[in-house]
């Protein structure tokens, strides 16, 4: 039963009486597994490009660089760096010396931020023992790297200084994402307590990139809407209540972020997670993969135009819908058994709802046994299958068909993404409309000591993309390179 103190909580969020309904309401039903068709492969569904292929495709991206599309960068970077340092937390704990703790002891040179921790020891305590190093690394009293997000830390050196994240991805933009016109469109989505310290190291640097690679910076920020907070529940599936008697509300998940997407003005958006950068002398690679899986999603995109238009003018035959529906289910793999059973005046219909959705393009790599969501081939609501990224958590582990795609599947999601948001008249798409809300999941928490259900909303590259035209393209293990723990960046790929 919800107070007038209830109501007035849920106004100020800007969540309706119905939403949360509808949430609990979830917790009661739960969600129902995806049917699969199949894991995507080489062999049925993901696009392995002939050399060939990157030579047009590489042109297609430069070519379109020199038009009037709005091309921007998005990166996810509110996350807390805390889980990185698990292992230095548990430490400061119990004072193992793990082989974890041993390896980041002796390398502790090796780090670039290493200048910083020694000033910060010095004006402390001085001590040099390994137990310092890391309450100073972490603490607020030295660096506050444990509470700070990942993207403010310094991650890489350069002879000329450190890099964050930020800084390396503000880099990277400067390299596939700028515009006939030198610019470059960058937004980072952060917490509100952190916005400050990325709008301050934002206004430091770009100055610095600017000038190095001849651009000029547009840097937004957002944040996490609070009206995409879902509710806790208690086991019993009612409202959970903190110790203030209030309802409790938690983000949703990185899926909430497909509002903070929908609020950009582009054409063509890139989405990579903060913590996915190499250096400078490993940037090629990236560069050029990011490229042309960019200018493969230009080229379909085109294509996709033109039948659009084609149907629009009603002059098609038989012939041209048949190649548009092959066009589909060849380049888009986009599938639908009862076609067959269609007139020609249904089949425009039905072809032009399908074309006309925004349209994305993800890289997946080999799979290597890193963490991730897997590509698949999925059913829809609407009895098609089309391309889709799915978790671990989405997969009915009891089937033992689905068992076994998921554990044979040979690629997973990096999160590298190009996106295209408009339609064929220059109109944005309402990215909230092609959201699948039946790909949530929910999981256990606890809160003050008392046990609680939270809701995912659908994942930002899942549920939140489910009904998008999807492509996805093997793109080199060496564009992933994800920092899940400290340690990660004493890897090559990060020295």
């Given amino acids: 039963m919800l107070t007038k103190e209830d109501r007035d909580f849920l106004a100020q969020r800007g969540i309706s009486e119905d939403k949360l309904n509808a949430q609990l309401e979830c917790f009661k039903t739960g969600f129902p597994w995806l049917k699969l068709a199949g894991a995507a492969s080489p062999e049925n569904g993901i696009t392995v490009p002939s050399e060939d292929d990157k030579k047009a495709y590489l042109e297609a991206w430069n070519t379109y660089l020199e038009g009037d599309g709005k091309v921007l960068k998005f990166v996810p970077a509110s996350g807390a760096a805390s889980r990185m340092f698990k292992n230095l937390f548990e430490y400061l704990d119990n004072e193992e010396k793990t082989d974890?703790?041993?390896?980041?002891?002796?390398?502790?040179?090796?780090?670039?931020?290493?200048?910083?921790?020694?000033?910060?020891?010095?004006?402390?305590?001085?001590?040099?023992?390994?137990?310092?190093?890391?309450?100073?690394?972490?603490?607020?009293?030295?660096?506050?790297?444990?509470?700070?997000?990942?993207?403010?830390?310094?991650?890489?050196?350069?002879?000329?200084?450190?890099?964050?994240?930020?800084?390396?991805?503000?880099?990277?933009?400067?390299?596939?994402?700028?515009?006939?016109?030198?610019?470059?469109?960058?937004?980072?989505?952060?917490?509100?307590?952190?916005?400050?310290?990325?709008?301050?190291?934002?206004?430091?640097?770009?100055?610095?990139?600017?000038?190095?690679?001849?651009?000029?910076?547009?840097?937004?920020?957002?944040?996490?809407?609070?009206?995409?907070?879902?509710?806790?529940?208690?086991?019993?599936?009612?409202?959970?209540?903190?110790?203030?008697?209030?309802?409790?509300?938690?983000?949703?998940?990185?899926?909430?972020?497909?509002?903070?997407?929908?609020?950009?003005?582009?054409?063509?958006?890139?989405?990579?997670?903060?913590?996915?950068?190499?250096?400078?002398?490993?940037?090629?690679?990236?560069?050029?993969?990011?490229?042309?899986?960019?200018?493969?999603?230009?080229?379909?995109?085109?294509?996709?135009?033109?039948?659009?238009?084609?149907?629009?003018?009603?002059?098609?035959?038989?012939?041209?819908?048949?190649?548009?529906?092959?066009?589909?289910?060849?380049?888009?793999?986009?599938?639908?058994?009862?076609?067959?059973?269609?007139?020609?005046?249904?089949?425009?219909?039905?072809?032009?709802?399908?074309?006309?959705?925004?349209?994305?393009?993800?890289?997946?790599?080999k799979n290597v046994g890193e963490p991730g969501g897997g590509p698949f081939l999925a059913y829809n609501q609407d009895g098609t299958i089309s391309l889709q990224i799915l978790e671990s958590s989405q997969i009915d582990k009891d089937n033992a068909e689905y068992l076994k795609m998921f554990q044979n599947g040979t690629h997973f999601n990096p999160v590298d993404l190009v996106c295209a948001v408009k339609d064929y008249k220059g109109n944005k798409f309402d990215l909230t409309k092609y959201v699948d809300p039946q790909t949530g999941f929910i999981s256990s928490k606890s809160k003050d000591g008392k046990e609680l259900k939270a809701l995912e909303l659908p994942g930002l590259w899942n549920g939140a993309m489910s009904d998008w035209n999807t492509i996805f393209v093997e793109v080199p293990l060496g564009t992933f390179n994800p920092v899940k723990t400290v340690n990660d960046l004493l890897r090559p790929q990060h020295q």
Avoid: W
Avoid at 110 to 118: N, P, R, S
Avoid at 224 to 244: L, W, Y
Avoid at 349 to 362: A, D, E, H
């Fill in 100 to 365: 974890f703790i041993k390896t980041f002891e002796d390398s502790l040179n090796k780090f670039a931020f290493i200048d910083d921790l020694k000033d910060a020891i010095a004006k402390n305590s001085g001590d040099d023992t390994v137990k310092t190093a890391i309450a100073t690394l972490l603490g607020e009293e030295g660096l506050a790297y444990g509470k700070l997000p990942k993207g403010l830390l310094k991650f890489h050196k350069y002879d000329d200084g450190a890099r964050t994240p930020v800084e390396e991805h503000l880099v990277e933009g400067a390299l596939y994402a700028g515009g006939k016109d030198g610019c470059v469109s960058v937004h980072f989505t952060v917490s509100p307590e952190h916005r400050p310290l990325f709008e301050a190291l934002v206004a430091k640097v770009s100055p610095k990139y600017e000038q190095k690679f001849g651009v000029k910076y547009s840097i937004t920020f957002s944040e996490q809407k609070a009206s995409t907070d879902t509710i806790a529940a208690n086991t019993d599936n009612t409202p959970f209540r903190g110790t203030d008697g209030k309802l409790l509300f938690r983000p949703g998940g990185h899926g909430a972020l497909i509002e903070n997407l929908n609020d950009l003005d582009a054409d063509i958006i890139f989405i990579k997670n903060i913590d996915n950068v190499v250096p400078d002398r490993l940037k090629p690679e990236t560069v050029e993969y990011k490229k042309l899986i960019a200018g493969v999603l230009v080229s379909k995109q085109k294509k996709a135009f033109e039948y659009l238009r084609l149907l629009d003018s009603g002059a098609y035959t038989h012939a041209q819908l048949e190649e548009i529906i092959r066009f589909m289910r060849d380049e888009l793999s986009c599938r639908n058994p009862e076609l067959k059973e269609l007139e020609d005046a249904e089949l425009a219909i039905y072809l032009r709802k399908k074309l006309n959705r925004p349209m994305r393009v993800c890289g997946m790599v």
